[in-house]
């Protein structure tokens, strides 16, 4: 997460007087890699994903599950373990790697080196992921275990949810009245992130989720477990004082936002071009993955009435001042923002002929000297107003020893903006000095609790990837209507429940929707498909980058952009509608069949796609839905909503039993995807 230095960091009233500096710095950055790589071109598919775990120490005496703050000695010993693998006579094919996140109880973990486009690297990470899992519960103590879950259940619950335990009288960067100081990674970073957060925004950062309304909730529900007359900070009051909702699960940290663990994604492009253009396709994908792999319905102990982690972690690193939240007049701050600095994507960027204006149809601040100083230097106006947008935010963290940079060979000023814009996408410039090429991040997703779940969404997602790039797929709609989406995609049974702004023809004019132009077998594929001609190809080896771009048609339709999206269930997005649209996984099975693939390749593959398939026809349930009603029909919960350590011990000892392949829950997972053993973790 972000940059770690070795350094002295600065509290907000020192940083805020270099906000400038860095910005300033940070822009010159970027026109030295803009000047070096925008020509950049034919880079080769390279792929990675990242996987967070959360360690949980189970006592089985207590009955209680408890989150291990050992981090630290953790990655130590990972790091020892990963580096005598690396140098070992016979490594295996790709030692990973292990890294600190915000949660002291949190581990990181990425592939040793990225997954190329060949079919053997993508019917691999499955397997790497286990390994990963495997090499990391191996080296933990014997009542620990690395969970792949989105948000624990008792965080910041009365009583005890960490081992060791810590009072939060003491949490003396967030002024939580519910979480400990102790429960942030220690590294200098992530305390004064915590801490600049606060002082910035003038108060505590202030999240509520709406209760679940169960049988014996109490209405109105206003929550006993909450400190209310605690007086140690300036910011105890706030609770009472209106920042505590009533019928709601009031939250008042960072480490609730960022100590949850997600699955994202990163691919190298085959040119800046190719990455804004993948960057737009994936925009409004990124709600309809939030909702398929919602996997979050618990806070504080007790059951919410969402199923999501997104809200959550936007309001734990809302630094926006109440001027820039639109709450007073502007007289100090020069923006009133939208939106927090970890949301959904606020610009499409790609300056190919299908991005409309009348897609970005939000209100958008920007710095305006930035971006004309970025069009001065030639820099388009779309790519300008994105730089200029995020730029617009202050930088959290400055370390007095990194304020003077060498601009030519650093990009931390840069980096230190940028990745403080926590979006559902990222635009990733390549690193100075580096083989890397120009990247896009997927961020939306929620981890799932076992490895074949999340390597069946990064496989996904990954084809889906390759067919928006062959066929010139269009998903463009309104970023409002994206933003609509990103809300509905957080609410109870989203899948079942509700229905998604989504294109209607996805395929560009003149051209006929590929799922029903390409041949199901046979050695060659159309490489374009015209209602007029069809040119075959070869079919491909590897899935690859570098795909050929549709030129501007000599007549568009240019009506209402209102007419080209409609209301659709995730079914529909997924599965299809009506005979123009074959839906995301037609679009899928149709490049899939541009690829040279054994049938038994194609079958682990398929495997993967049922699953996607599933949770979006709600034969298999989200993780949320099936946790939702696991504490339902627990013996000893009272309908009340509460969440109690006991049912928490149960549950996450279920989750563990499900990763294991010990515990087989068909409504949740096909018999395929249940494993029967976790490699090197079976004994454990």
């Known amino acids: 997460m972000g940059l770690l230095y070795l350094g002295t960091p600065l509290t907000w009233d020192e940083a805020k007087n270099h906000a400038d500096h860095v910005r300033d710095h940070g822009i010159t950055q970027f026109l030295r890699i803009w000047d070096r790589v925008k020509d950049r071109t034919g880079d080769e598919l390279l792929w990675g994903d990242e996987v967070e775990y959360m360690v949980v120490a189970f006592d089985n005496e207590k009955k209680n599950a408890k989150l291990s703050l050992r981090q630290t000695e953790i990655l130590k010993e990972l790091g020892d373990i990963v580096g005598s693998l690396s140098s070992d006579a016979s490594p295996p094919a790709s030692v990973p790697k292990f890294h600190p996140e915000y949660g002291r109880y ?113 209405q109105p529900f206003v929550d006993p477990t909450i400190p209310w007359q605690r007086d140690i900070y300036p910011e105890d009051p706030e609770a009472k004082n209106g920042a505590a909702l009533i019928n709601h699960i009031y939250m008042d ?48 102990g007790y059951l919410a009435d969402v199923d999501c ?108 903006i940028q990745s403080t814009n926590w979006q559902t996408l990222r635009f990733k410039p390549p690193p100075p000095s580096s083989s890397i090429g120009w990247r896009v991040e997927f961020r939306s997703m929620e981890v799932q609790m076992t490895d074949f779940e999340n390597a069946a969404f990064a496989v996904f997602i990954v084809l889906l990837s390759r067919a928006i790039l062959a066929f010139n797929l269009n998903f463009y709609v309104p970023i409002s209507k994206v933003d609509e989406n990103m809300q509905r995609a957080q609410k109870r049974d989203a899948v079942q429940s509700q229905k998604f702004f989504f294109r209607k023809d996805v395929v560009p004019q003149g051209y006929v929707t590929p ?73 899928v099975d149709a490049y899939l069949r541009t690829l040279e693939a054994t049938p038994d390749e194609r079958n682990q593959i398929d495997k993967y796609l049922d699953l996607v398939r599933g949770r979006a026809n709600g034969t298999l349930q989200t993780a949320a839905t099936w946790m939702r009603s696991f504490v339902r029909s627990h013996p000893v919960y009272k309908f009340d909503s509460a969440v109690s350590q006991e049912i928490n011990y149960d549950l996450l000892t279920a989750v563990d039993q499900i990763e294991r392949g010990t515990l087989r829950v068909p409504e949740l997972l096909p018999e395929y995807g249940q494993p029967r053993v976790n490699g090197l973790g079976q004994n454990k």
């Open 253 to 300: 940290a960072m480490g609730f936002g960022m100590g949850c663990c997600c699955l994202q994604l990163t691919f190298q492009c085959c040119n800046v071009n190719e990455a804004r253009r993948m960057y737009d396709a994936l925009i409004p994908i990124g709600p309809l993955m939030l909702a398929l792999t919602a996997a979050s319905p618990i806070w504080r």
């Open 309 to 416: 982690r997104w809200n959550v972690i936007a309001g734990s690193v809302d630094d926006r001042t109440p001027e820039e939240r639109g709450l007073e007049p502007l007289n100090h701050d020069r923006y009133i923002i939208p939106k927090s600095r970890y949301d959904s994507v606020d610009l499409y960027i790609s300056s190919e002929w299908a991005n409309k204006p009348a897609y970005n149809d939000t209100t958008v601040p920007y710095d305006e000297a930035i971006r004309n100083r970025l069009l001065g230097h030639g820099i388009d106006g779309l790519l300008s107003k994105h730089i200029a947008h995020l730029f617009i935010r202050d930088p959290l963290v400055v370390f007095s020893e990194t304020i003077d940079q060498d601009d030519d060979s650093s990009n931390d000023h840069f980096e230190n």
């Open 106 to 218: 949190m581990l990181e973990s990425t592939p040793g080196s990225p997954y190329t486009g060949s079919i053997a690297d993508l019917l691999s990470v499955e397997a790497d992921m286990r390994y990963r899992r495997a090499l990391a519960r191996n080296h933990l103590k014997e009542n620990e275990i690395p969970l792949t879950l989105t948000s624990f259940p008792r965080l910041g619950t009365v009583g005890v949810f960490t081992e060791p335990h810590y009072d939060p009288k003491n949490a003396k960067s967030s002024h939580s009245l519910f979480l400990p100081e102790e429960i942030t990674n220690p590294h200098a970073r992530f305390p004064t992130l915590t801490s600049n957060i606060r002082s910035r925004r003038g108060s505590k950062v202030a999240i509520n989720l709406p209760i679940f309304e169960d049988e014996r909730t109490p």
């Open 515 to 587: 799922a029903s132009s390409l041949p199901s077998s046979g050695p060659s594929t159309p490489s374009e498909h015209s209602e007029h001609s069809v040119v075959t190809q070869i079919k491909d080896r590897k899935l690859r980058n570098c795909f050929p771009t549709l030129a501007r048609p000599p007549v568009i339709d240019d009506g209402s952009v209102e007419d080209e999206y409609e209301e659709m269930t995730i079914k529909e997005i997924f599965s299809g509608k009506g005979s123009t649209f074959p839906g995301l996984l037609g679009l």
